[in-house]
Structure formats: structure tokens, C-alpha cells
């Protein structure tokens, strides 16, 4: 793991924008992993801003996203699906049949993992994955206690996530106890991963990642196995490292 220490989130992005924007270059039709939350947030404004000054062009890049919420609909504001068109999808000239979002609207969930899988196989596999980090050093909706190996599925999310992400709905009933998640084996298989934690909130989960060994229990600490894995913290972030 390389690890890089910033001053603030901003800077983060600039940075993270950086290497998703010289993938690019390299290889114009690359496949992009994608992630939602806050964090990757100023990495995709700064995307936006590349691409407003013609730096960088998606018209043949092609996104495959970690995970979504079961029990609402695409059109939901608070659907992954809708945060990546909100964020990023709509302000760039991203063909919308080049992205991909698990659809856990499906009357067979089960042959829709499999099928997630198939495709990122299919379209090549993916070159740069970003990802964030949970509290509880979950990554993508794979909790403590997650099982290595497991492609695409779905998960029942835990209580200390379901509390984390209640900021974005209106009570915490109304978040949704399910997810359809890319498995640490899907995600072990990018070429290239960047990891980004912002915060206090994250400093613990960010120890057992990095110092911690390697562990279920700490989902993110697989990483230390993975052979290309950037990691952009803020000082809050690396504070108990
Ligand atoms: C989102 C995802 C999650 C988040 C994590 C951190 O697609 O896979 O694992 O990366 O929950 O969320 P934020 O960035 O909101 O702190």
C-alpha cells in the first residue's frame, strides 16, 4: 500500500482526479469502479472539472458501481444510481449504456449477482477501482465478518451502518436494511485500487486497515494483499496511525 497524507479533502480529490484522469488518457475505453457516499465527492468534482477543460473524455469509458440499496427504486434520491447521474453521471459525456449499477429491482437478485460478475469479466475487468471505508472498516456494504472470496450478493447491513447513513434519509426507518454489494473478491480482482478516508470517524477503521493484520473482521484490512492500492488520507484520518 502506498500511502499519501493530505492536508484536506480537496486536496484528496485533486489528487485521487489525477490518477482516474491518467487511466483514462491511457486507455480511453478503461473501466472505472465507482463508489457513492461522501467521500468520493471532491474526487468526482474535480473529474468534472478535467473534463469541463477538455482533459479528459468519457465518451468510451465504461463504470461498473460496488453496490446499491435494496427496497428503493432507481429513482429514489437517495438510490446510488441516482447519486452517480446527480454527481457525476449528468456533467460529463459519459454514454449512459456504458454505466453500471447493481439493479436490485430484479425479480431474481440471486441471478443478478451472478450476472454483475459476469459482466465486469466480460467487459475486461475492471483498471482503477475507488473506494471508501465504513467506521466499521466495511468496504462496499462488506461488513465485519465478510467472507474473502465472495463475488457480488447481497447483504444485510449492519446496525453501526444503517446508523452512519441515516444522515441521508429522513429517520432512520427509513433506511434500508439490505444491499446488493460487489464481494471483496470482486473488488480484489481491479488492477489498480485508491482508497480514500476523510475524518476522525474513520481513524480507527484506518489503523486496523493499515497497522491491524489482515482480518474479516476488518473488511478494508484485505487491501494490505492487494499489489496496487493507493491510499489518500486526511490528517484526521491518519491521526491514530
Ligand atoms: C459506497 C460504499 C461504502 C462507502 C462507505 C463510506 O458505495 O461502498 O462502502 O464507501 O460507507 O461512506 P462515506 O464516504 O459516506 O463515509
Do not use: W
Not at 78 to 88: E, G, I, K, P, V
Amino acid at each position: 500500500m502506498r500511502v499519501h497524507i493530505y492536508k484536506d479533502g480537496a486536496r484528496i480529490g485533486k489528487a485521487a482526479a489525477s490518477l482516474f484522469a491518467a487511466e483514462i488518457i491511457k486507455n480511453p475505453g478503461c473501466v472505472l469502479g465507482m463508489a457513492t457516499g461522501s467521500t468520493p465527492l471532491p474526487t468526482y468534482e474535480s473529474l468534472v472539472e478535467l473534463y469541463n477543460q477538455g482533459v479528459i473524455d468519457f465518451s468510451r469509458v465504461r463504470t461498473f458501481n460496488l453496490d446499491e440499496y435494496v427496497g428503493i427504486s432507481r429513482s429514489h434520491e437517495q438510490s446510488y444510481y441516482r447519486f452517480m447521474f446527480d454527481n457525476l453521471f449528468s456533467k460529463i459525456n459519459i454514454k449512459p449504456e456504458n454505466v453500471k449499477v447493481p439493479n436490485p429491482a430484479s425479480p431474481n437478485l440471486h441471478d443478478d449477482c451472478v450476472s454483475y460478475d459476469t459482466s465486469i469479466d466480460a467487459s475486461g475487468g475492471i483498471d482503477l477501482q475507488i473506494l471508501g471505508i465504513g467506521n466499521n472498516g466495511h468496504i462496499a456494504f462488506n461488513e465485519p465478518g465478510c467472507v474473502f472470496s465472495f463475488g457480488t450478493h447481497i447483504v444485510d447491513l449492519t446496525e453501526s451502518t444503517i446508523e452512519a447513513n441515516k444522515r441521508f434519509f429522513d429517520s432512520i426507518d427509513d433506511v434500508p436494511r439490505k444491499a446488493i454489494t460487489m464481494g471483496i473478491g470482486s473488488i480484489m480482482k481491479a488492477r489498480e485500487i485508491i482508497m480514500i478516508a476523510t475524518g476522525r470517524v474513520k481513524a480507527e477503521a484506518v489503523k486496523a486497515m493499515i497497522n491491524g493484520k489482515v482480518d474479516p473482521q476488518c473488511p478494508a484490512s484485505v487491501l494490505q494483499l492487494h499489489p496496487a492500492v493507493t491510499v489518500f488520507l486526511d490528517e484526521e484520518a491518519a491521526s491514530l496511525l
